[in-house]
């Protein structure tokens, strides 16, 4: 597995149980590694290492790839990406959901994603989307980072928040933008279509953009339009854009909400595999929770009253016809306020964490018009997790050979963002996974989760050197006890980072060594 000639390199771990990354179980070897790459696995006896640790006993594994994240908002002022480290990733992909912040400007059209940044001091410098993986590149990363490109941020760009098929001139402007993204080196195309102005596009519209990244070999990722009531008809639409597009399907984050829909995720996993079988490219992302978060008006309002410009929507909040209809058809709906649960509201951060129904309590009032009241106050930006999914179904979806595993989350500092309060999954969504589904439950195998958080994202990402132990490989590296690895992080109290990975090794580089962050900032930018 190496040349005879060559016997000495940088950081030579010894002892350890290697995990390859492609579904193997591990095997006893010692792991060399020059610059930033791997040069040899195996019986390394006559080897000589700069820096030699004994890792005996530890499990030795790729460092893990968190397939879904929204790490672009964080980025720019936490380049360290401290919970996301802890966790034993080094690879990042973000821009999901439609979602793209280095397509955004510092014009009033994106104040909505302006509210993520300009609070920790990111002033939008960038002009292109190609500036803006520039600019991250000269921060310094500490994790590894892919982009995507967003629909919604993209359609926002060219159409504002109309709500109509685009004329013939903005679609190729669309197509036009989809396309300097990729030649920028974004690595796919994504859609949160639940999400206004994402849900304004038809499929001809989305095949029509979906096309563009097919040509520069991407993939397309979407939030489907419905998690719950519609999550059948949805996955159909999603397999039929992609089968269109010719180009593979990514299925983000996937579950069934609302208790009446639990179960449906047999029919949409029989549904892909059919799909597969007639030759697609599919494949699926699950956190490991059973509550979602997303903003309060998406999960909370009918989707009328969340439709149309930020300004048009809060005076629906105040107007009295408006506001009564709303209230109606929220009561309507007999939602469980007992488990929805409050996230991060800076303007009322007495109510962070307590059920809406227990908000309303202590406001004095009647849930659906604390609701209206709160989304009013905060200017409609509230945070909220739903306790609405089935463990059962939870599993099932791990246990699909097809399912890797994304966070859906972003990097925080534990200290530097304590007022903040995110869903755990930005802190624990790998070791949980670990702790729980392996460890625990037996859901799944060690080299099992290890394929689904490695050798499976790293196909999908075309990052045949990254991914995988083996020589040639960039020595991105996590080196964890399974003893012990577990996520300490809870929506009660969230800024909790996870233990258990003992070093992290990013671009050959150690960023974690015997638990604690070295201050190294070695990831980059992946075009």
């Not at 980072?497 to 070695?522: E, Q």
């Amino acid at each position: 597995m190496h040349d005879a000639s060559q016997r000495t390199c940088d950081i030579l771990l010894r002892g350890g149980i290697v995990f390859d990354g492609l579904g193997n179980p591990g095997m006893c070897a010692d792991v060399a590694i020059t610059d930033e790459r791997i040069v040899a696995i195996g019986e390394l006896d006559d080897w000589h290492g700069a820096t030699e640790v004994s890792v005996e006993g530890l499990c030795v594994a790729p460092a893990f790839i968190d397939i879904h994240t929204h790490a672009d908002f964080s980025l720019n002022h936490h380049p360290e990406q401290l919970s996301v480290l802890y966790q034993g990733v080094s690879t990042q992909v973000g821009g999901n959901c439609g979602i793209c912040v280095g397509l955004i400007d510092d014009t009033p059209l994106f104040r909505q994603e302006q509210r993520w940044l300009k609070p920790h001091g990111v002033e939008i410098r960038w002009r292109s989307f190609r500036e803006y993986l520039q600019q991250l590149d000269e921060l310094g990363l500490g994790t590894n980072y892919i982009a995507l490109c967003g629909h919604g941020t993209i359609r926002k760009k060219v159409m504002g928040f109309q709500k109509r098929p685009p004329e013939p001139n903005e679609l190729d402007a669309m197509r036009h933008e989809v396309a300097l993204c990729m030649e920028a080196g974004a690595r796919g195309f994504s859609t949160g279509l639940e999400y206004v102005p994402n849900s304004y596009a038809d499929v001809d519209e989305i095949v029509a953009l979906a096309k563009v990244a097919s040509q520069y070999g991407g993939f397309y990722t979407t939030h489907l339009r419905s998690e719950g009531d519609y999550l059948v008809e949805c996955v159909e639409e999603a397999i039929q854009i992609a089968e269109r597009a010719e180009i593979p399907l990514q299925l983000a984050h996937h579950k069934a909400e609302g208790r009446h829909n639990w179960g449906k995720v047999h029919q949409t996993l029989l549904r892909v595999s059919q799909a597969v079988e007639q030759g697609q490219d599919v494949m699926l992302d699950v956190y490991p929770y059973t509550a979602y978060q997303t903003s309060m008006a998406v999960a909370c309002l009918p989707h009328w009253a969340i439709e149309g410009e930020p300004n048009e929507v809060l005076a629906r909040f105040t107007d009295p016809d408006s506001r009564q209809r709303i209230i109606a058809e929220m009561r309507a709906r007999a939602d469980d306020w007992e488990r929805t649960i409050i996230g991060s509201t800076p303007h009322n951060r007495e109510f962070q964490g307590l059920s809406v129904a227990h908000a309303a309590r202590v406001a004095g009032k009647e849930p659906a018009e604390f609701v209206l009241d709160l989304l009013a106050e905060a200017g409609g930006h509230v945070g909220v997790a739903w306790f609405n999914m089935s463990e059962e179904d939870l599993r099932t979806v791990l246990r699909y050979p097809l399912t890797m595993v994304g966070s859906d989350g972003l990097g925080y500092d534990p200290h530097k963002h304590k007022d903040e309060r995110p869903h755990p999954r930005s802190y624990g969504s790998f070791p949980r996974v670990l702790r729980k589904y392996v460890r625990e439950e037996g859901t799944i195998s060690l080299e099992e989760a290890i394929f689904k958080m490695t050798g499976l994202p790293s196909a999908r990402l075309k990052l045949f050197d990254r991914g995988v132990l083996q020589p040639t490989a960039y020595a991105d590296i996590v080196v964890f006890d399974y003893a012990t690895i577990s996520d300490h992080s809870t929506f009660d109290h969230p800024h909790q980072l996870s233990t258990g990975v003992v070093h992290l090794l990013i671009n050959g580089h150690w960023t974690i060594r015997d638990g604690v962050y070295t201050g190294a900032r070695a990831g980059r930018v992946l075009r």
